[in-house]
């Protein structure tokens, strides 16, 4: 079992930067990833990465701007947003994965945690 738990989330302006973090507690060598979710709109994943840390994935829409990377000493992963868009807006989940592999499928993707709220105003 793995339980997460997100923070950094908030309220910024177009262009302004948040950081998220996700501490995770739980054993295994897991992938982890992070989704978000817009009003109106499916669940999508953002950034994932594998359990080394070695392999990435971005989604199109965020590639060049977020950073994903995690520090499996203190059980953490982190998203680096920066150049923060209004279209950014959405709560943010963090998720871990039963592979260790990076992986965009959410079906791979078996814990979650309970989001936070990034909202990016003009």
């Known amino acids: 079992q793995v339980q997460l738990v997100e923070s950094g989330g908030g309220l910024v302006q177009a262009g302004g930067s948040l950081r998220l973090s996700c501490a995770a507690s739980g054993r295994g060598r897991y992938a982890m990833a992070w989704f978000r979710q817009a009003p109106g709109k499916e669940r999508e994943v953002i950034a994932a990465i594998n359990w080394s840390g070695a392999n990435t994935y971005y989604r199109n829409s965020v590639k060049g701007r977020f950073t994903i990377s995690r520090d499996n000493a203190k059980n953490t992963v982190f998203l680096q947003m920066n150049s923060l868009k209004l279209e950014d807006t959405a709560v943010y989940y963090c998720?871990?994965?039963?592979?260790?592999?990076?992986?965009?499928?959410?079906?791979?993707?078996?814990?979650w945690g309970q989001g936070t709220q990034v909202t990016v105003s003009s």
């Open positions: 998720a871990a994965a039963r592979v260790s592999y990076v992986t965009a499928d959410t079906s791979n993707y078996d814990y």
